[in-house]
């Protein structure tokens, strides 16, 4: 499988504030990534599909412009939450897919957002 | 609209038996499914993957059964262990190739008993 790093693993922040996550794919080239959100005791739910050197695609309900999404290179894909605020903690996760469909997860960041 | 859910949310067994963890996915038209396990503070981790051609595939200590006529998923593990304690996802692709994108069960979570 593939391995996929991310960084932080947890940060914790103030309200309004903005916070960076970095996703790496560290054996691979990979043109697409994905962003997960997950709940406390919930499912991990898709934000967003990362394509490298194009836009993001966001699932419904995700604010593009409070996610921002940048997959400059084939091995690094960043998602930056603006303006965040307490309903924004969640742990968040990116996968990268191989020449199948199958998915492999990074290791997850927690936010909290005091 | 579609989905894919898991009969029960918690599991309980005893060190040395055989677990079995079921998923009923309601989209006829999935094509590829894959197990999870997520342990507390990680991101998932592939388990075993089967296609929609096939009923049955076997890997280290667990098997993954799928029926298609009743859309169930099951996922056995054999001589569960202490450090198979986890959440178990089942997930499915319904279109696979460039677009896909993975579905999330609920979760299940394992419990082992020493």
């Known amino acids: 499988g593939a391995v996929v790093s991310q960084h932080p693993s947890r940060v914790i922040c103030k309200s309004g504030t903005s916070v960076k996550i970095e996703c790496r794919s560290l054996d691979f080239q990979a043109t697409t990534m994905f962003w997960y959100r997950q709940f406390p005791k919930q499912s991990l739910m898709l934000m967003a599909t990362?394509?490298?050197?194009?836009?993001?695609?966001?699932e419904q309900g995700v604010e593009k412009d409070k996610f921002l999404i940048n997959h400059a290179s084939l091995t690094l894909s960043t998602l930056t939450v603006t303006s965040a605020h307490p309903e924004d903690s969640s742990f968040y996760i990116c996968s990268t897919r191989l020449y199948t469909d199958t998915q492999y997860f990074g290791p997850g960041t927690r936010l909290t957002v005091l | 609209g579609e989905s894919v859910g898991l009969h029960l949310p918690t599991l309980s067994v005893q060190e040395g038996d055989n677990s079995i963890i079921n998923c009923a996915y309601s989209n006829s038209a999935s094509d590829y499914f894959i197990w999870y396990k997520q342990e507390s503070g990680k991101g998932p981790q592939f388990i075993i993957d089967?296609?929609?051609?096939?009923d049955k595939r076997q890997g280290q200590r667990v098997t993954v059964l799928l029926n298609k006529t009743v859309k169930h998923l099951s996922l056995q593990i054999a001589a569960t262990q202490p450090g198979d304690s986890a959440v178990y996802f089942c997930?499915?692709?319904?279109?696979?190739?460039?677009?896909?994108?993975?579905?999330f069960g609920k979760g299940i979570t394992l419990s082992v008993r020493p």
């Open positions: 990362s394509n490298e050197g194009s836009k993001a695609t966001y």
């Open positions: 997930a499915e692709i319904g279109i696979t190739g460039a677009n896909s994108k993975l579905t």
């Open positions: 089967i296609r929609s051609n096939m």
